[in-house]
């Protein structure tokens, strides 16, 4: 008997004619639920707009001028403007009007970019305040520690070409800074030539051997 009344049980989808799987369904299978779903919901919300327009066709439906964006505008594909065709415009005109837009975005990028700036410069400045190490010198270490042997090779090389060109800059700003605060700069040599005694004796031996 349970069968023959799951025969005539049918899919709630107006527009589908096959039965359920079982008297617990109301759909044969999810397609039909989500058709049924959305005429439902079309339904309801054309006829909040029934008492406007007569045919409740949607918000659309309300505009009475014949220039609407459905008749008198194409779509450019190419970068995703709109044209109004209906409306002449005078190429000299058109062409300050693009500049303008052009200008606007430039300097709309300029700001956004110098406010993302400033928003680092803000950040480096507060975590510097409350760490021991720089912000400047903890992304020093991690670029440090990502290098390969290739990148220090190249690195060693470009430095070392730097240093030759502009020797008598790099000497002098070590002066001023040694000129600053020398007991600083005596401990850290003393401490430098104690860790590298024997590598710079060695030197020094060769140096003394080939001359």
């Not at 400045?125 to 010198?137: D, F, I, L, P, T």
């Amino acid at each position: 008997m349970e069968n023959e009344v799951v025969s005539y049980l049918r899919c709630a989808n107006p527009e589908c004619r096959n039965p359920v799987p079982s008297k617990a369904r109301k759909f044969c299978n999810d397609k039909c639920r989500i058709r049924s779903n959305t005429l439902r919901n079309m339904s309801e919300y054309k006829q909040v707009y029934k008492d406007f327009d007569g045919w409740a066709g949607g918000p659309r439906g309300l505009g009475t001028v014949e220039s609407s964006i459905k008749k008198d505008e194409s779509y450019v594909i190419g970068d995703g403007r709109f044209s109004v065709d209906d409306y002449p415009i005078d190429p000299e005109i058109f062409a300050i009007a693009e500049a303008n837009h052009e200008k606007y975005v430039l300097d709309r990028n300029e700001y956004e970019a110098r406010v993302v700036l400033d928003g680092l410069q803000i950040f480096q400045q507060e975590y510097n305040k409350h760490h021991e190490k720089s912000y400047a010198s903890e992304q020093s270490a991690k670029r440090e520690a990502r290098l390969t042997e290739e990148d220090k090779a190249i690195r060693a090389i470009k430095n070392k070409k730097y240093n030759q060109l502009n020797k008598e800059k790099i000497n002098k700003r070590a002066r001023k800074r040694y000129a600053k605060n020398p007991d600083k700069y005596r401990e850290y040599y003393r401490k430098y030539y104690e860790s590298k005694k024997e590598v710079i004796t060695q030197a020094r031996k060769i140096r003394s051997e080939r001359s």
